[in-house]
DNA sequence: TATGAATGAGAGTTCATTCAT
DNA sequence: AATGAATGAACTCTCATTCAT
């Protein structure tokens, strides 16, 4: 068996409350759907809450990951490095995009656990967005304005895709997990950096910015 | 009794999918929060699905309703149209908020319902939106570029308050149903417009739209 | 209106419950069936129960008056009186064939009711036909056996056509309220009577019995 | 613990659907006499509905296994094999007694599965007993007669102390299971076969057919 | 006489979890 | 590590009935 059992437990949740919610799966559900038994969740997890919270928190923690190695990165730029978070944000999402979809749902919620993971995670993310986009401010990269609402607005367009994929699919035949789609929706985000966040003379000099080859445009 | 019981089951219910989602919330949670017998859901909606679906698809009618209203004022400019439209919706879900948090997360759901709501409303929204957008592009008052992107981004800014205002209020402190936010928020969107939407030059020099007196900026 | 609303809680209660029996339907099935408001059962029959227990009684009351005015009609022969008494309680239960199937199979319940409804009606018919039985066995028209068995047997025949009238319906396509058949299941009577019941010499004899016209034989 | 939970769960529900018929008796009441969590008929039989057909089934199975048994048998005469499978089935019955009841009941309700139940098992019963009373007639041990009517009477007597027992006891004192009840019956049965079926001449010669000792008059 | 609203009780089923194996 | 049986709690819904109108 290539898969272990837990493995299959894991996956069978992720599509699962990816798509019904975690109150609308049942252990049976995802049991079943595991062709695994139905007290196995109880046992490697603890219970389904416990099987939840590792889901949720091994995605929040990448997600995490991923924005310190490209805070970490040295840039040109602010508006690079930005660009380069922004994408690679999407990237993780793409490659984890059921987790994704079921995390950016049940943090709707209100719940204490949801509270506790904004606290934990979401803050430092906010954190360093902010740390960000304060610096391009004070280099005169970026124009100066309200950074509540131009953070809210980045963290909205980078998270959209993931969490109204279904919206995407069923209206516009987007599928925001094939290969080009980041590619396409780079360009329209490069756009909106470039239009509303930075300076406007700069704006049509600059035209490219630092990413891994695999993702140039 | 000033509220009927029917009325006092549906305000209960709102509030309670709106916090727990609707898997998330038993019938008796509703019926004892609206100090009502457990049988009158049943009796007066059909069951809990019932009562669900009534609250999804009276919320989009209204959401129609308004933008059907905004489409057939005449406006000078599709800019002008677009913001009005996009104000009058923000007004709308802010009215009406726990039902549109509600339906926001609901709507990202995967279920034979979901599916029907987005083919019967959320065509429609979108079959303006690009009328609109497609409009002033061919006035030569927006700047040319993918369509799809730019609706999509003008949904989303629009529905984002609603959809994640436990987000904004837990880590902001933002509280979208203030008297203020919808101005702030929209001086955001009407810079989002002039700058990404609309042809440079005419930027600095149209600043203003028409606009009840109430919402003036 | 020609049938008052609660003709129409009869008729409709009858049929819904010799189709699905007393328990499986429910009172909300009978008022909608009859058209009528759900509060009308209480109201008339003082409940389901009420209901029920007067369709039981109507019926087996109108039964055992028919057996009364068969014992004090004047026959030459037992065996004459016999089968005219059995046909006559095919007509009855033809005439109510609805009742009929209601009550045999409510009849085959554990209940107080039912009880109390043996020892008021069934003992009656037991005491007339076993007395019937009796003197036809004292004159010599009979031959002598287990009187027990024989009552049995004549009653379990009675009834069958009316307990049973699916099994036939499904099996036989013989419809039990159609014209002639009460006709056609009085010869295999009448042949069980003269072959089993009379003593053989005079079974070739005496072939036939008074009976109205529109049955004769 | 001697019996399984399952089968206790058999038990419990056998008695309370005959006493009370199938929709008069609730899980909770099944589950409480056979001491018993409610969730367990749920989880062996997947639900009341499951728990009810399987005992109709299993019932009627094995009554057409004991016909199966006795039409294979040799026998000299029709007469004889008639009567030794009558004489099987109420055994058949007697052992199980209050499966039998309740299955006769519930043969008389009008729903699909008893309607798919009389295709399955009862047009098989159907068939088999006019194969035997047909060639019965053909070679000439019985008497030409309507075969429908006969069929039904032979069924008829049957079952009757089975599907009607409670009338028995409470007005005639006969309990159906007691040991000599079957061969009390078989006398008043064996005398219709011989009076009513068989040809007269042979009658009074013939008294006796072959059976195990055990059933011997 | 007739009704729509409302109710408490109980229906059958599913739930997540536990336990002995 | 894995399982099938078993459980108590909670689920949604329907039940027969009552009540004010």
Not at 52 to 75: A, N, P, R, S
């Amino acid at each position: 068996m290539k898969e272990t059992k837990k493995e299959k437990i894991i996956d069978a949740a992720v599509r699962l409350f990816q798509t019904q919610g975690y109150d609308g799966t049942s252990v049976r559900d995802i049991a079943s759907k595991a062709n695994v038994n139905v007290a196995l969740v109880s046992y490697h997890f603890g219970g389904k809450k416990g099987l939840y919270e590792e889901l949720m928190t091994q995605f929040l923690e990448g997600y995490l990951k991923v924005i310190k190695g490209e805070v970490d990165k040295t840039f040109g730029s602010c508006r690079d490095q930005l660009l380069s978070l922004i994408h690679s944000l999407l990237e993780y999402q793409s490659t984890n995009h059921f987790v994704a979809r079921m995390v950016h749902r049940e943090m709707t919620m209100d719940s204490v656990l949801v509270r506790e993971l904004m606290s934990t995670y979401l803050r430092k993310e906010k954190h360093d967005l902010e740390g960000l986009i304060r610096t391009g401010m004070r280099r005169g990269e970026f124009r100066k304005q309200a950074i509540d609402f131009v953070v809210i607005h980045i963290r909205t367009m980078i998270i959209m895709p993931y969490q109204s994929p279904h919206y995407l699919s069923e209206l516009y035949q987007i599928t925001t997990t094939e290969p080009y789609f980041i590619d396409r929706y780079m360009k329209h985000i490069r756009q909106w950096v470039d239009l509303c966040l930075c300076k406007h003379m700069e704006l049509s000099t600059s035209t490219s910015y630092l990413l891994p080859r695999s993702i140039s445009q």
